[in-house]
Each structure stands twice: as structure tokens, then as C-alpha cells.
């Protein structure tokens, strides 16, 4: 089975601190995206990846970057945290092309609260 | 643009008791429909597809969805639920281009024993 590993599944941060949330996936997949979920609104896209080095913004990127130095690994990161950003992260991978017949596979989460 | 709605944040109903969660879309261009589902403290799962052809499609764990052109809506029912059918269900849209997908707000199931 596909596995995608987000290294932490509860995080504390302190307002103005560099945030790094790392993802990573062993099968292979050319494509990887970072959600944002958040009770009432969903899940929203912040950032996506369709190859190594390649970045495309989402619908929320603001406040975010991304690092994709390797296939199976995407970072989000925060460059200085603020409490609005207190959520549910979720990465996800899919194969390139199959995601209308596959659909992506998602990591558990990483629930960040800043404060 | 794509859109999703989600009308009902939550729905409880009795243990084997027929289950409707409604979804309508909204796009300008041919559709691509999607029914995921995130059991507690996890990620969310694909539960069942719309790609083209029969307007009624099954999925995983005896779910089905009715695509309807006419009314923009894709809702996902279940005859009989359980238990562990308590989750919350996403739906989701994908109009072409970037290989990726627009998601509903999500209802939460929950199932009353």
C-alpha cells in the first residue's frame, strides 16, 4: 500500500517561530499537495508539486512556502507563525495523471496549534 | 471557476437506518466527481468516483452516488448504515486542468445506535 508519512502528528508552536511540516511518500508519486483543514471550511489548498523543484501555489498560500528538494519529500513551511494558523495539515500524493481514477492518498495529519 | 456545496454540516441517523448526504457542484465545463471519506484521526480516503457513463456509481463499503447533470448534484446515499460508518464525507470536484481537486466543507456522519 501506498504510505504517505507526515513526521508529526501533534505540534505546539510559538507565534513568530519558523514552522516545518514535513511529508513524505514512498511510492513514487510525481504529484503532492498541502491542505489545510479547518472545521466549516473544509479542505483548502495551499501549495502543490507536480515534479522535484517545481512549486505551484493553491488557493491559500499566503503565509506559506514549500520545499520539494527530493521526489518523495514536501515541506511546508511557515515563516513565522501567527494563531491563524492554528489547524489540520494535510499532505496528500497521487501518481501523475490517475488522480480521476485513483484519487489522491493522504497522510494522517498534522494538527498545529500556535499560540 | 469550481465549486462545491455541502448543505447539511451534520446528519445523525439510527443504526441501519438509509442515509442521504447531499452535494451540488458548480462549473462551467465538464465534471469530474468525487465522495472521500476521514474516519476519526485520519486522512481522508477515496470512497467513490464519476468519471463519465452510468450516472449511478458504487463504492467502497456499500455507497453509492447518483450523478444528476440537470440539478448539478452528485448525493451520496447508503441503504442501511452502521456504526462505523461514523465519519465525515467530502465531497469533491475536478473541472480538468491541474490534476487537482476542489473539496466540499464536509458533512459529519454520525450513526446513533
Known amino acids: 500500500d501506498v504510505k504517505v508519512t507526515q513526521s508529526s502528528r501533534y505540534l505546539v508552536k510559538r507565534t513568530g517561530e519558523k514552522v516545518f511540516l514535513e511529508c513524505v511518500q514512498d511510492?513514487?508519486?510525481?504529484?503532492m499537495f498541502w491542505y489545510r483543514q479547518d472545521p466549516g471550511l473544509g479542505l483548502r489548498l495551499i501549495y502543490f508539486?507536480?515534479?522535484?523543484?517545481?512549486?505551484e501555489k493553491g488557493d491559500i498560500p499566503e503565509g506559506y512556502s514549500v520545499s520539494r528538494e527530493k521526489k518523495e519529500r514536501f515541506s511546508l513551511i511557515l515563516e513565522s507563525a501567527s494563531t491563524n494558523q492554528t489547524s489540520m495539515y494535510l499532505c496528500?500524493?497521487?501518481?501523475?495523471?490517475?488522480?480521476?481514477?485513483?484519487?489522491?492518498?493522504f497522510g494522517s495529519g498534522t494538527r498545529l496549534t500556535v499560540v | 471557476a469550481q465549486s462545491v456545496t455541502q448543505l447539511d454540516s451534520q446528519v445523525p441517523v439510527f443504526e441501519e437506518a438509509p442515509v442521504e448526504l447531499r452535494c451540488n457542484y458548480s462549473?462551467?465545463?465538464?465534471?469530474?466527481l468525487f465522495w472521500y471519506v476521514q474516519y476519526p484521526n485520519q486522512g481522508l480516503q477515496l470512497l467513490l468516483k464519476?468519471?463519465?457513463?452510468?450516472?449511478l456509481v458504487k463504492g467502497i463499503n456499500g455507497f453509492e452516488a447518483e450523478f444528476n447533470k440537470s440539478q448539478t448534484s452528485f448525493h451520496l446515499r447508503k441503504p442501511s448504515v452502521h456504526i462505523s460508518d461514523t465519519a465525515e464525507y467530502f465531497c469533491a470536484v475536478d473541472s480538468g486542468g491541474y490534476q487537482k481537486v476542489t473539496f466540499g466543507t464536509g458533512t459529519k456522519l454520525q450513526v446513533i445506535p
Open positions: 496528500a500524493s497521487s501518481l501523475a495523471g490517475t488522480i480521476r481514477n485513483y484519487g489522491y492518498t
Open positions: 462549473s462551467s465545463v465538464s465534471v469530474y
Open positions: 508539486s507536480y515534479d522535484v523543484k517545481m512549486k
Open positions: 511510492m513514487d508519486h510525481e504529484n
Open positions: 464519476y468519471l463519465s457513463g452510468s450516472t
